[in-house]
């Protein structure tokens, strides 16, 4: 396993402004997976260059993840990545909108780092793919502190998108189907909410 291809993936989309979770966000993330081994199948919405599915993968050798991108060209780099690690066996990159991927399978883990506004509508679209245990983690639910302290931000057009997502973390918090924490200090904001 080559970390400097690794880091070069990771610095790169940092460089370039990919939208790739932050380190301690993606620590917090792979601790996870390490401490519950009965994760197994994975659905990622929000591939982005394919850094988070490679760094799930290389946890444990039997995790088989399915991973969504709108977006062709980060799509086509995303599986470039993959392959360049040896990972295509057991990463599977879908380009599609996640609200429009359909499947029977049902997964232990789902996360979530895609369009924010859309993270209600994710949810919903994908509770039909758990079963009691399996755990949504959500990241950005703090965007950049802006959804506590809208001062921070004058775009009209963030506003917008950072009161939808606060009124998703209230929803998820009061979703009686899940037992939800909210972790404001990791990352961008992180929930984890387990199916009840």
Known sequence: MDMDELKD???????????????????FLLKYLREHENIRDILECGTAVGYSAIR???????????????DPAM???????????GLQDRIHCHLCDAAD???????????VDAAKSQ?????????????????????????????????LSGNRGTLQMTRKIKTFREHLLNDDRFETKFYPEIGDGVAVARKK
């Open 9 to 27: 993936i990771h610095d790169r989309a940092r460089q370039e402004h990919v939208p790739i979770m932050k380190d301690d966000g993606m620590a």
């Open 56 to 70: 799930m993968a290389e946890v444990r050798w039997d995790m088989q993840i399915d991973t969504l991108e709108i």
């Open 75 to 85: 799509y086509e780099e995303a599986c470039r990545n993959i392959e360049m690690r």
């Open 101 to 111: 991927f359909v499947t029977d399978r049902i997964y232990d883990l789902i996360f």
């Open 119 to 151: 993270y209600r509508r994710y949810l919903e679209h994908f509770c039909r793919n758990t079963m009691p245990g399996s755990v949504f983690i959500f990241d950005n639910l703090n965007f950049h502190g802006i959804v506590d302290d809208p001062a």
